[in-house]
């Protein structure tokens, strides 16, 4: 087994793309097709009637915190 890796970088192990980190308070914008829900998330049932009124105060008043997501 070698160890040809080792010792080259960050770069040797990940690839040469890597995204930029981002600044406290920075902003992304991001596809909602990217964003995968957290694996380790226990609430996984959303009943109906309060997803439906969630979603109307969201159309009326729109978000009033941000999202927040690990990128």
Do not use: C, W
């Not at 406290?24 to 990217?34: F, M, Q």
């Not at 009124?53 to 915190?65: H, V, Y």
Request: zero cysteines.
């Amino acid at each position: 087994m070698t160890h040809d890796r080792l010792g080259k970088g960050l770069g040797a192990l990940l690839g040469d793309y890597l995204e930029p980190e981002l600044q406290p308070g920075e902003v992304r914008k991001l596809r909602i097709a990217s964003i995968s829900p957290n694996p380790m998330q226990p609430r996984r049932n959303f009943p109906q009637p309060e997803l439906e009124e969630l979603a109307s105060s969201i159309r009326e008043n729109g978000l009033l915190q941000p999202l927040v997501v690990r990128v």
